[in-house]
């Protein structure tokens, strides 16, 4: 599974972006797909994810709860991540992930993964 994500760029405190996480090969069916962030200086962190690609087991860091949602698109192979109401705090490089082999328990483990994408930045600020 090759993964691309996009979307990334510079935002206003309070503003939306919308990242994409496409793969041009395979398909995510099975899959469990979730979004990362690194921030500088700081160990990568799990934001969001679909587990086994069930929209209905979807799951969040608590702080972007209410404010990020995940969401996919089967026929186009893709997985969204929407940010609204960003902060300066949201700012980092943001990833996408997926692998067959996620339990639920490391759900939120980066070294659960298998397949990355090459990161989009997403800066914060006024």
């Known amino acids: 599974v090759q993964l691309q994500a996009f979307g990334g760029g510079l935002v206003q405190p309070g503003g939306s972006l919308r990242l994409s996480c496409a793969t041009s090969e395979g398909t995510f069916s099975g899959y469990t797909v979730g979004w990362f962030r690194q921030a500088p200086g700081k160990e990568r962190e799990f934001v969001a994810g679909i587990f086994r690609w069930n929209i209905n087991s979807l799951y969040y860091k608590d702080s972007v709860k209410g404010r990020f949602t995940i969401s996919r698109d089967v026929a186009r192979k893709t997985v969204y991540l929407q940010m609204n109401s960003l902060k300066p705090e949201d700012t980092a490089v943001y990833y996408c992930?997926?692998?067959?082999?996620?339990?639920?328990?490391?759900?939120?483990?980066?070294?659960?993964?298998?397949?990355w994408g090459q990161g989009t930045l997403v800066t914060v600020s006024s």
């Open positions: 992930a997926a692998s067959s082999r996620v339990i639920l328990s490391t759900l939120q483990l980066a070294s659960s993964y298998h397949y």
